[in-house]
């Protein structure tokens, strides 16, 4: 299992695209590792194509997109055409699928999952999402059982959030959305607070603490 800060583990697999080093793949770029159970499947087929629509914003947030699922390239190719067909897409497939057919990303990853089974009686990769910062480490990781998809415009959303809270003095409230009111870190004292966010409001609350501070999204 790999903790949030730990630098996410590096692996070489063969992929859409030919072998695959994770590290390279990435470069300085952010990324995003996402898991599917197996090829031919509804769920992760309908998964594959909404992540495919969204490309430009996860490019424009300068990622670098991988997903991975429990079968071989040979499969992936053809169930790419079927992706395409079903989510009214065309052109080059956006990111690489690798493959992990005998699960071993799955199992060093700890993406299994228990409940699902194959027909061989096999685990079910889980479907996971990990993003990784430029500095290698885990930012953010999510897991959902294989019969659960996955929201990606959440996931753009707290992308958002981790780019804007990796650069400045600020968290993000509940249902938060780019350019909406941020909370000042509850650790900026008040003098510093003041200088930073000149526009931030204190929130009064019956407690007397003044941890409540809103302040217009930092640009
Ligand atoms: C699916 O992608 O549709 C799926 C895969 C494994 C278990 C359940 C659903």
Redesign the pocket.
């Given at each position: 299992m790999v903790n949030l800060g730990d630098v996410f583990p590096n692996f070489t697999a063969e992929s859409t695209i030919g072998t695959l080093d994770f590290h390279s793949f990435l470069g300085d770029k952010w990324g995003i590792l996402f898991s599917?159970?197996?090829d031919y499947?509804?769920?992760?087929?309908t998964?594959l194509g909404k992540v495919a629509k969204l490309a430009p914003e996860f490019t424009k947030r300068n990622f670098k997109m991988l997903a991975i699922s429990c079968d071989n390239v040979n499969d992936h190719l053809g169930w790419i055409k079927d992706i395409q067909a079903y989510n009214c897409l065309s052109g080059d497939f956006p990111f690489p699928i690798v493959a992990d057919e005998k699960r071993e990303l799955a199992i060093k990853l700890g993406m299994l999952d228990p409940d699902?089974k194959d027909s061989a009686g096999m685990p079910?990769t889980a479907r996971a999402v990990f993003i990784i910062g430029p500095d290698k480490k885990l930012k953010l990781s999510i897991l959902y059982p294989?019969?659960t998809?996955r929201n990606f415009d959440e996931v753009l959303r707290v992308i958002d959030s981790l780019q804007l809270t990796a650069e400045k003095k600020v968290a993000t409230p509940a249902d938060w959305q780019a350019g909406g009111n941020c909370m000042v870190l509850p650790t900026i004292p008040s003098a510093e607070a003041k200088q930073l966010f000149p526009d931030h409001k204190v929130h009064e609350v019956p407690s007397g603490k003044q941890y409540l501070r809103t302040t217009p999204c930092p640009k």
């Open positions: 599917h159970p197996a499947t509804p769920v992760c087929t998964e699902e079910l294989a019969t998809g």
